[in-house]
Nanobody, 119 residues
Framework: QVQLVESGGGLVQPGGSLRLSCAVS????????MGWYRQAPGKERELVAD???????NYAMSVKGRFLVSRNNAQNMVNLQMNDLKPEDTAVYYC?????????????WGQGTQVTVSS
């Protein structure tokens, strides 16, 4: 059984920072993409950032320059450092792990962690 457990969400003021972490356990391919998605009220789930097995990163334009995604393969973890947070970043954030043979948007998902940016 593969499990993804997110942590680090919470309430933060505009301009503040927050770091999300996702720990992966269970049997899974050693080669996989990792990433973060988010879903705001009334909106579809969208890709925030992902990182390839080689470390190449991809960001949504709305967060590029403010967020940093990283992975620790030895620990089976993926992190999302969020800086200069804005109210529009408020959403439930979901960790995603995708073995390389899976299609984009598939794989394993965390339960989600709430991020609220408000003064």
């Amino acid at each position: 059984q593969v499990q993804l457990v997110e942590s680090g969400g919470g309430l933060v003021q505009p301009g503040g920072s927050l770091r999300l972490s996702c720990a992966v356990s269970g049997s899974i391919s050693t080669i996989y993409f990792m990433g973060w998605y988010r879903q705001a009220p009334g909106k579809e789930r969208e890709l925030v950032a992902d990182i390839s097995p080689s470390g190449a990163t991809n960001y949504a334009m709305s967060v590029k320059g403010r967020f940093l995604v990283s992975r620790n393969n030895a620990q089976n973890m993926v992190n999302l450092q969020m800086n200069d947070l804005k109210p529009e970043d408020t959403a439930v954030y979901y960790c995603n792990v995708r073995p390389i043979i899976y299609n984009v948007g598939h794989g394993y998902w965390g339960q989600g962690t709430q991020v609220t940016v408000s003064s």
